[in-house]
């Protein structure tokens, strides 16, 4: 049977080490896949060289000329020698450096495999240092002086001229060029700070200014995005546990027939990644009609130690040391948009116990509790810092921050250097009974809640769904939190802060169906109803998520307190006699 493949020689071959020049274009066959690849790597250094202006000159689709010119800080000649040289770079100098990028381009391959495959220029000034530029090629790399502003300028030539395999793959002159606006179009939404100019074959087709303030983003935006996207879009910025999330969303009725209207960044580098991306998809939900897509444009701001981003030759998947938390926080900060709805800032931002993973928020109404945005919770060095405004921190003055658990009851701690044994059954009953007599008596207007990390997903029958979505300001009086409210299905997001661990999964399928099966609506009734099932599930799972040791921190969240001096003087605490405890231990 004959075959189109060659025939491999039967004889073993020795092992040698590649030519330079051949190493060099298999490294380009990895980050260069067309033209738009060029004109990425280069826009990317001059965006890392800190320019103000970029300037991107096409030909023929980018096989005939690629030209980037910027204003940036330049090359010096000392190290112009070298700049076209393989992994050659001023981005990184060490494995701490590597581990913690913020630059973008940063393999030192780029310039030396795109040199490799075309006819390269490189002409660069430092303003301050130098009175004339010099200029180095793929095959003079002896500088030469000539005559250009300070910045840079590189000029790439019939791309792909030496490997005419590489050449025929690529597409029509428009279709490679259409990959070439929309990468520059998504540098531009990256870097609203930098201008930028697009021309081709002579014609100017993008001339964007720095936009500097909201009102020139949003021109910026209308430009790329279209008009009717900044009219519904909602800007948003949430910061949780060392991450910021800001930009601006489609709002849930405004969607749009193809996916090429999502921009997504990390530290300002435009990537791929199915976790994000899920987390995005699971906040819209049903509300995206099948067929139809979201818009958004969104920079996550995380800790560079917190992300790999060195896991593809393109720089375009990341890797995340907790993707889950990652996920939850993005979900839950774009669900808390579509629920304040309207026009402007969204700053409502989330906490998030990074010792438990749970997203919650504080919204009591009592003076002498926390109040809703005066909770700022940062993740450093591990920990979870809770500050007020204008106070220290709530447990600055604790002698033990860990809490011991006994028998699945009673919690021992340390107060001041005294030791205390708390019947935690009896303190949870009745500071839920003291909350519902507080809300019924309007000293308070709704119950303490939390976030749910993940939005549960409720599949109800159409009868239920009516009943329900009649009784939801009810439900969230009682710190319960239902959207969505279409084919079937509700998302929970929120839930009362005194149920712990799973007991929500079973504490809200039972509140719905036995208030669905309740003919007369009171009010009265639901708050009794929801009372004593908190009471049945929060004290069947009180300790669940805590397991034997907690933090001071969440266990007096879990009972709606702010000190642990009021946990010392509560009647259910009992102070124990510090000399029968030394016998204890003769």
Not at 8 to 21: T, V
Not at 132 to 150: D, R
Not at 365 to 393: C, W
Request: glycine fraction near 6%; aromatic fraction near 8%.
């Amino acid at each position: 049977m004959s075959s189109l493949l060659p025939q491999q020689n039967s004889q073993p071959r020795r092992i040698r080490q590649l030519p330079l020049q051949l190493a060099n274009q298999i490294a380009a066959g990895e980050v260069i896949e067309r033209p738009a690849s060029v004109v990425k790597e280069l826009v990317e250094n001059s965006i890392d060289a800190g320019s103000s202006q970029i300037d991107i000159v096409i030909e023929k689709g980018g096989s005939q000329l690629i030209q980037v010119t910027d204003n940036g800080h330049g090359i010096s000649l000392e190290d112009l020698p070298i700049a076209l040289a393989p992994h050659a770079t001023s981005k990184i100098y060490n494995l701490d450096e590597l581990n913690q990028i913020l630059s973008l381009g940063f393999r030192g391959e780029a310039l030396a495999s795109i040199a490799s495959i075309s006819r390269l220029t490189l002409q660069s000034r430092q303003g301050d240092s130098e009175q004339m530029g010099w200029m180095v090629t793929e095959s003079q790399q002896e500088p030469q002086p000539c005559a250009i502003p300070a910045g840079s300028r590189i000029a790439v030539r019939e791309l792909f001229f030496n490997t005419p395999g590489r050449k025929r793959f690529l597409r029509t002159e428009r279709t490679e060029f259409l990959q070439i606006e929309a990468m520059v179009r998504r540098l531009a939404l990256s870097h609203f700070e930098i201008g930028f100019s697009l021309e081709h074959n002579g014609k100017s087709l993008l001339r964007l200014p720095p936009a500097v303030n909201e009102e020139q983003q949003l021109q910026r935006i209308g430009q790329l995005f279209g008009k009717t996207f900044v009219d519904s879009a909602l800007q948003i910025r949430f910061e949780a546990a060392g991450m910021v999330l800001s930009g601006w969303i489609g709002a849930l009725d405004y969607s749009i027939t193809q996916s090429d209207r999502q921009y997504l960044f990390l530290n300002g580098r435009g990537m791929r990644d199915k976790v994000i991306s899920h987390a995005i998809r699971h906040a819209y939900q049903e509300s995206v009609p099948e067929g139809r897509y979201p818009s958004y444009l969104l920079n996550l701001e995380i800790d560079p130690t917190q992300v790999d981003v060195n896991v593809h030759p393109t720089k375009h998947e990341v890797r995340f040391r907790q993707g889950r938390m990652v996920h939850d926080f993005i979900t839950t900060s774009l669900l808390r948009a579509f629920e304040e709805g309207g026009r402007g800032v969204v700053q409502n931002s989330p906490g998030l116990n990074v010792e438990t993973g749970e997203l919650y928020s504080v919204s009591t109404q009592s003076d002498d509790r926390l109040q809703v945005g005066e909770v700022k919770a940062n993740y450093q060095g591990g920990s979870l810092s809770t500050e007020r405004r204008g106070q220290s921190p709530l447990f600055k003055n604790a002698a033990a921050e860990q809490f011991s658990l006994i028998d699945q009851r009673h919690l021992l701690f340390v107060y001041d250097t005294q030791h205390y044994l708390c019947d935690l059954h009896s303190l949870y009953q009745r500071i839920v009974d003291e909350a519902f007599e507080q809300l019924a008596t309007g000293v308070l207007t709704q119950l303490e809640n939390r976030s749910l990390l993940f939005p549960e997903k409720i599949t109800l029958p159409d009868e239920s769904l009516d009943q329900i979505s009649a009784d939801l300001e009810l439900f969230r009086a009682f710190g319960i939190g239902l959207t969505g409210r279409e084919r079937g299905i509700v998302m929970l997001t929120t839930l009362p802060q005194f149920l712990s661990g799973t007991a929500y999964h079973q504490f809200v399928h039972s509140l719905i169906a036995q208030w669905s099966a309740i003919e007369d609506r009171d009010p009265k009734k639901l708050a009794e109803l929801t009372r004593t099932l908190i009471k049945q599930y929060g004290l069947q799972n009180l300790v669940e998520s805590n397991g034997s040791s907690a933090s001071s921190t969440d266990w007096l969240r879990r009972f709606s307190l702010n000190k642990l001096s009021e946990l010392v003087h509560m009647d259910e605490t009992l102070k124990l006699d510090s000399r029968l405890l030394s016998k204890l231990y003769q």
